[in-house]
């Protein structure tokens, strides 16, 4: 059983688009968070949310949308799509408390073309 | 955001002992230290965590520094697959991880 699971895998689409990513955990936790790794493999963290509201945003553009609709899923949506925007984006979760671990998603490959 | 310096790359033998050393001169009284891996194509992967003491899990051994301005992470027994990229990291306060370019390691069989 995938402790978080995102879909999809694969996200290919064009400029000027809307796109969605979503993200599901079965742990239990109460945060969930959403990172982007970039090209040179640099991993930065965009939002997290606890109990389905937002305590961390991290200079991420409008464009970016997250929404909680249960603590379980945190979603990603993304509008008019950008050449830089794509990456791969992580979904993770944890037990509130800096000493919580973080379990991560496979990822979302996102390709803008 | 406290800062970590790891060595860019590492390179070790299959069932050897492997020291992955990590910097963080600027660390407070209630940091924590985080320790995480990524497999290639993978997501991230929690590996192991201290505040003073060292710890030890099933996966490593985490040795920390007296005045916890370094540590160390430690694979007892490498194998291929432990061939990864492993971030050392500090949490202050929001519980968010920084991760920086991490050190990435190389076995050899």
Redesign the interface.
């Known amino acids: 059983d995938t402790a978080?699971s995102q879909t999809p895998k694969y996200l290919v689409t064009q400029m000027g688009n809307d796109k969605s990513i979503k993200c599901e955990q079965n742990l239990g936790h109460d945060?969930m968070?959403w990172?982007k790794q970039d090209s040179k493999?640099?991993?930065?963290?965009m939002f997290?949310y606890n109990n389905k509201e937002l305590?961390?945003n991290?200079t991420v553009p409008n464009r970016f949308s997250p929404k909680s609709p249960d603590k379980a899923h945190l979603n990603l949506h993304i509008n008019s799509l950008e050449l830089g925007d794509s990456a791969v984006y992580?979904c993770?979760s944890?037990q509130?408390?800096?000493?919580?671990?973080?379990?991560?998603?496979?990822?979302t490959r996102l390709t803008v073309t | 955001d406290a800062k970590t310096t790891q060595p860019n790359s590492m390179e070790s033998n299959e069932e050897e002992p492997v020291h992955l050393p990590c910097n963080h001169s600027t660390i407070s009284g209630?940091d924590?230290i985080?320790w995480?891996r990524?497999l290639p194509s993978?997501?991230?992967?929690?590996v192991i965590?201290g505040?003073t003491s060292n710890v030890n899990n099933r996966m490593a051994s985490l040795a920390i520094a007296e005045d916890r301005k370094s540590s160390t992470l430690i694979l007892h027994r490498a194998t291929l697959r432990d061939a990864a990229?492993y971030?050392c990291i500090l949490?202050?306060?929001?519980?968010?991880?920084?991760?920086g370019?991490g050190t990435r390691l190389t076995i050899n069989p």
Do not use: C, D, M, N
């Not at chain 1, 493999?41 to 963290?45: A, D, H, M």
């Not at chain 1, 408390?97 to 990822?107: D, M, W």
């Not at chain 2, 993978?42 to 929690?46: A, I």
């Open positions: 978080v945060t968070y990172y493999k640099f991993l930065k963290i997290s305590i961390i991290e992580f993770a944890s509130e408390g800096r000493a919580a671990e973080q379990y991560f998603g496979p990822g | 209630t924590y985080h995480y990524q993978q997501g991230p992967e929690y965590h505040l990229v971030y949490i202050r306060g929001a519980q968010k991880l920084v991760f370019q």
